[in-house]
């Protein structure tokens, strides 16, 4: 049985509550006996009623107790394994947590006039499973654009990491499957997520857990559709919202925030914006917010404008290149 801190503590409390009510009937009783005002029984009560009361206590008591699990050595305060969030470029990260990685958006390489590609070295590593690219769960792709994805880099990557799965749009799907050498060979570990914008689905990969939200894209737009993602890592709830349209509305209608988001990733306009900024207040409330796709030119001027608007968030960050790895406990 998982149980929390917080839920033993209150057991911890109801179960001395009883003891210190039932200890008090009995103490009273058997000061009466010594005197001899009592009849001589095992515990002799005020009156029948306090007594019946007392009993109960005793009762209450064995359930808390037993339900605590004390007895069956089951207590599990359960706590997470640190949470690291390390930047890769644009809208590619790496989350990592106990055991497990999950790489979001990191696999792609084209220079792009307005964003920056992962630095040269740094996909190198990751296409060769170096650490700590290493050992590398899970593959996320939000949607089928150069700047957040390669289909060829996909394909050599899934042929190095052979523990690695990958889980993309449809779209993105059928240009792995044509650029891929040996598709046989890395098939059964690629998921085609095959939605419609307004649609949801739910995976789980080698027990991490992830609801998957489809949306237009950015500008409205059909194609290519957009995937934001909801990971359960160990614990820790994640959310990246690729392109999607940045519409209230959209995230409203998936019912986003009903579960506590510890980590929300996001575009970088969002808290500068009127829906942008109410998404991540009223819907997503995450604990940590951080800033993703910021363009090259806005780079030195984007840290002053997020600092105006910083006190309205929990905490709020720019992830720019260089970030140094983040972590949570
Ligand atoms: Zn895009």
């Known amino acids: 049985m998982k149980q929390t801190k917080k839920n033993i503590i209150n057991r911890i409390g109801i ?6 009510f039932h200890g008090f009937e009995a103490f009273n009783g058997n000061k009466r006996l010594k005197r001899g ?17 007392s009993i109960f206590c005793l009762l209450g008591m064995l359930f808390v107790f037993t339900s605590m699990d004390i007895l069956s050595q089951k207590v599990v305060i359960k706590k997470r394994p640190p949470l690291e969030l390390r930047y890769i470029a644009n809208e590619g990260v790496m989350l990592s947590s106990g055991k ?27 296409l060769a499973g170096q650490p700590p690219f290493d050992n590398v769960t899970l593959v996320l792709v939000t949607h089928n654009h150069g700047d957040h994805f390669e289909a060829p880099l996909a394909a050599k ?25 040996d598709w046989q060979k890395i098939q059964k570990r690629v998921v085609s997520l095959d939605l419609k914008a307004g649609e949801t689905t739910g995976i789980n990969i080698k027990g991490i857990s992830v609801n998957v939200f489809c949306t237009l894209h950015s500008g409205d737009r059909e194609t290519p559709t957009n995937l934001m993602y909801l990971v359960d890592l160990q614990g820790w709830r994640i959310f990246h919202e690729g392109d999607s349209d940045g519409h209230l509305e959209t995230f409203k209608k998936f019912k986003l925030g009903k579960e506590s988001i510890d980590l929300a990733l996001v575009h970088f306009w969002f808290p500068l914006d009127a829906d942008g900024s109410r998404i991540i207040q009223e819907v997503l409330r995450p604990e940590h917010t951080g800033l993703i796709h910021l363009p090259k ?13 910083r006190k309205h968030y929990k905490d709020i960050f720019l992830l720019l290149p260089g970030t140094a790895p983040k972590i949570y406990r």
């Open 297 to 309: 030119r806005l780079e030195s001027d984007a840290p002053n404008k997020i600092n105006m608007v």
């Open 157 to 181: 990557f899934l042929a190095n990491q052979p523990g690695a799965f990958l889980a993309a749009p449809a779209d993105a799907v059928a240009a792995l499957k044509e650029s891929a050498k």
């Open 37 to 53: 005002t009592a009849e001589p029984r095992y515990f002799a009560y005020r009156s029948p009623r306090r007594g019946v009361i």
């Open 15 to 20: 179960f001395i509550f009883l003891c210190m």
């Open 100 to 126: 497990q990685k999950v790489l979001v958006d990191a696999l792609f390489s084209k220079p792009h006039p307005n964003y920056n590609a992962p630095a040269k070295e740094i996909l190198k590593k990751i």
